[in-house]
């Protein structure tokens, strides 16, 4: 399996950060042209194959987990974001800052709960080398860290890998299983998108992360 280097988008994602302090918003750009489609299929791991291709059946798993914990009111309220088959087309997000936040579905291990639903934090969409996109959030004691490939016009896969608590810089992908990130990345709406996290490794059985422009 080869290991995909994340240090260049990354790093500069995380002075970007830095310099602009994480508040005012970064005006919406257009992105970049992509790169050849298939490009996420030279570098995915085996594992990470398998849990994109199983992403619908965790999905309605850990929904029905959340459902039958009595969280059904919640997610009814959160409407498309939470809903499967609600990809609309023309995928493609405009670089930028935007808030994002987390809904975990499932508990993946006794104590924890079915359904959890962060406040919004900070993400950042940026272009890197060869016409890719990179995503990152850029605070909270969990952040997704990865680049967007083109897969069709109504998904983008996510390749990425997590940080934690005060951590400056993430692991390549393919180095650490355990921080490996695998998923999609849909629009749902108007200037809205969502990231779908099948089978993460800690905590829950599947996650979603609502994203609009800040």
């Known amino acids: 399996m080869r290991q995909i280097s994340l240090s260049f988008p990354i790093l500069s994602l995380l002075a970007a950060a830095c310099a602009g302090g994480g508040g005012r918003a970064d005006p919406p750009v257009a992105p970049p042209a992509l790169q050849?489609?298939?490009g996420w299929?030279?570098?995915?791991?085996?594992a990470d194959r398998a849990r994109l291709r199983g992403w619908r059946e965790s999905w309605v798993a850990a929904l029905a987990r959340a459902n039958a914990s009595g969280a059904r009111a919640k997610v009814a309220a959160e409407g498309a974001l939470l809903q499967p088959d609600r990809?609309?087309?023309?995928?493609?997000?405009?670089?930028?800052?935007y808030r994002c936040r987390t809904t975990k579905l499932g508990a993946r291990s006794p104590g924890l709960l079915d359904y959890v639903a962060y406040p919004a934090f900070s993400c950042r969409i940026a272009a890197g080398p060869n016409g890719t996109l990179?995503?990152?959030k850029l605070n909270g004691s969990q952040r997704p860290?990865?680049?967007?490939?083109?897969q069709?016009?109504?998904?983008?896969?996510?390749?990425?890998?997590?940080?934690?608590?005060d951590e400056r810089r993430a692991l390549e992908y393919g180095r650490d299983p355990e921080r490996d990130?695998?998923?999609?990345?849909e629009r749902i709406g108007p200037l809205?998108?969502?990231?779908?996290?099948?089978?993460?490794?800690?905590?829950?059985?599947?996650?979603?992360?609502?994203?609009?422009p800040a």
């Open 36 to 38: 050849p489609a298939g």
């Open 41 to 46: 299929r030279a570098v995915i791991s085996d």
């Open 87 to 97: 990809a609309l087309p023309g995928v493609l997000p405009p670089v930028g800052l």
């Open 134 to 136: 990179s995503l990152v």
């Open 145 to 150: 860290v990865g680049t967007l490939y083109p």
């Open 152 to 165: 069709d016009d109504r998904r983008m896969i996510f390749l990425g890998t997590m940080m934690l608590g």
């Open 181 to 185: 990130l695998v998923g999609g990345i």
């Open 192 to 212: 809205r998108w969502r990231l779908l996290l099948p089978a993460p490794r800690w905590e829950s059985l599947f996650d979603v992360v609502e994203l609009v």
